[in-house]
């Protein structure tokens, strides 16, 4: 059995999704099954080995925005209740402030940067090859951050097989370079998969999508 875990970049795979529903006419993607996006990928984890591949898990990182608009929050904790209602594992970092200083104005800027992202996929990454918990990590970014722990993984773990699924305009030389087995997720992809409206989920509750969405 080829036993496949996704880990997303929800961050990377978010920003990518706002430029896909630009480029889509008359439509969004943001209301994204990802669950349904990660099975519509499996036949080609499944070329790669010597069996099928089986969907065994799917993480999803991010952080909630907590110094947004509750409005922009509210949306957030919807969507990541959608995610956990379809069985996937969400992990969740934080934001934390920090003083800019402008040379050219002369102030200091609060701003807010996403803190842990990167080293939970990587620590999770680890985890899951450790504990022989699949065959196949297919990690869902574009972010070269991530490609330290994955050189460190394909030589630690030679069985294992490690690539990325780059989300829409997010494909990367470098990272495709490390893992030849990656592709690239395409706008028709996210259209396909997309959650109903409503959602109906196990306990009989529906959840809309937002209308600005």
Request: proline share 6%; charged share 25%.
């Given at each position: 059995?080829?036993?496949t875990?996704?880990?997303?970049?929800?961050?990377?795979?978010?920003?990518?999704?706002?430029?896909?529903?630009r480029?889509a006419?008359?439509?969004?993607?943001?209301?994204l099954?990802?669950?349904?996006?990660?099975?519509?990928?499996?036949?080609?984890?499944?070329?790669?080995?010597?069996?099928k591949?089986?969907?065994?898990r799917v993480y999803?990182?991010s952080?909630?925005p907590?110094?947004?608009?509750?409005?922009?929050l509210?949306?957030?904790?919807?969507?990541?209740?959608?995610l956990?209602?379809?069985?996937?594992?969400?992990?969740?970092a934080r934001f934390?402030?920090?003083?800019?200083?402008?040379?050219?104005?002369?102030?200091?800027?609060?701003?807010?940067?996403?803190?842990?992202?990167?080293?939970?996929?990587?620590a999770?990454?680890f985890?899951?090859?450790c504990?022989?918990?699949?065959?196949?990590?297919?990690?869902?970014?574009?972010?070269?951050?991530?490609?330290?722990?994955v050189?460190?993984?394909?030589?630690?773990?030679?069985?294992k097989?490690?690539?990325?699924a780059?989300?829409?305009?997010?494909?990367?030389?470098?990272?495709?370079?490390?893992a030849?087995?990656?592709?690239?997720?395409?706008?028709?992809?996210?259209?396909r998969?997309q959650?109903?409206?409503?959602?109906?989920?196990?306990?009989?509750t529906?959840?809309?999508?937002?209308?600005?969405?």
């Open positions: 059995m080829n036993r875990v996704f880990l997303v970049d929800g961050f990377n795979l978010y920003h990518s999704v706002v430029e896909a529903s480029d006419t008359g439509t969004t993607t943001k209301w099954d990802i669950k349904k996006l990660c099975f519509s990928y499996l036949p080609i984890a499944g070329k790669f080995g010597s069996e591949a089986t969907l065994e999803y990182f952080a909630p907590t110094h947004r608009t509750p409005d922009k509210g949306r957030h904790l919807l969507f990541m209740k959608c956990r209602a379809t069985g996937i594992n969400v992990e969740l934390k402030q920090k003083e800019v200083y402008c040379p050219n104005c002369k102030r200091v800027f609060i701003t807010h940067a996403e803190k842990e992202t990167d080293v939970a996929i990587a999770r990454l985890e899951v090859c504990g022989d918990e699949c065959e196949t990590v297919i990690l869902m970014t574009g972010d070269t951050d991530l490609a330290p722990a050189r460190v993984c394909k030589r630690m773990f030679p069985s097989l490690v690539f990325f780059f989300p829409y305009k997010r494909t990367n030389r470098e990272l495709a370079g490390l030849p087995e990656s592709f690239s997720i395409k706008l028709k992809a996210y259209l998969n959650f109903p409206d409503p959602l109906v989920l196990p306990d009989g529906a959840i809309q999508k937002p209308s600005n969405w």
